[in-house]
């Protein structure tokens, strides 16, 4: 079983629960935080994220026209992100680039490090960590469910 096979396992796994969670969300959720970062901020940051690695790590340019508005966090966004079927429709694009930059990517480098504007890391750590921030806004999108006021 190659590098490719065992990520891509894991990565459907996750991405297909966090885009079923999304999916079921109520567009008027989307506007509800806690903090300064919403329920849809928190979409659109998880795909800018993804588009970004992909740049990063897997030499996979961020598509021409897509505009990163989250990178300078919440509190700098000034942009608020309500409309559910532009956000999904922006997670699932994201998603399948990444998953084509993973695809194209050569066996061997999986494992060698890049440089990157986060620090030095392996495409296999980044992928890690990807996983791990979709898990964080996965557990905070929750959160903010039970607990935000609109």
């Known amino acids: 079983m190659t590098t490719l096979d065992t990520v891509s396992q894991i990565w459907n796994s996750i991405q297909e629960r966090f885009h079923k969670t999304a999916e079921s969300l ?16 928190m979409l ?5 994220v993804e588009y970004m690695f992909a740049d990063w790590f897997f ?4 598509p021409e026209g897509f505009v990163i508005q989250t990178a300078r966090g919440a509190a700098g966004a000034d942009m608020e992100f309500t409309n ?7 997670l699932k694009a994201s998603n ?3 998953l084509s930059a993973m695809r194209e990517l050569p066996k061997e480098k999986w494992n060698e490090p890049v440089k990157s504007p986060m620090g030095v890391s392996t495409p296999l ?3 890690g960590r990807l996983m791990y921030h ?8 929750s959160l903010i469910q039970k607990n935000a006021a609109i």
Request: glycine share 8%.
């Open 26 to 41: 109520p567009e008027q959720d989307l506007p509800l935080k806690i903090g300064n970062a919403s329920i849809g901020y």
């Open 134 to 141: 979709t898990g964080i806004h996965a557990g905070q999108i």
């Open 96 to 98: 399948e680039h990444i």
């Open 84 to 90: 559910l079927e532009e956000l999904i429709a922006t």
């Open 59 to 62: 030499s996979r340019p961020i």
């Open 44 to 48: 659109r940051h998880n795909a800018e």
């Open 125 to 127: 750590e980044a992928v």
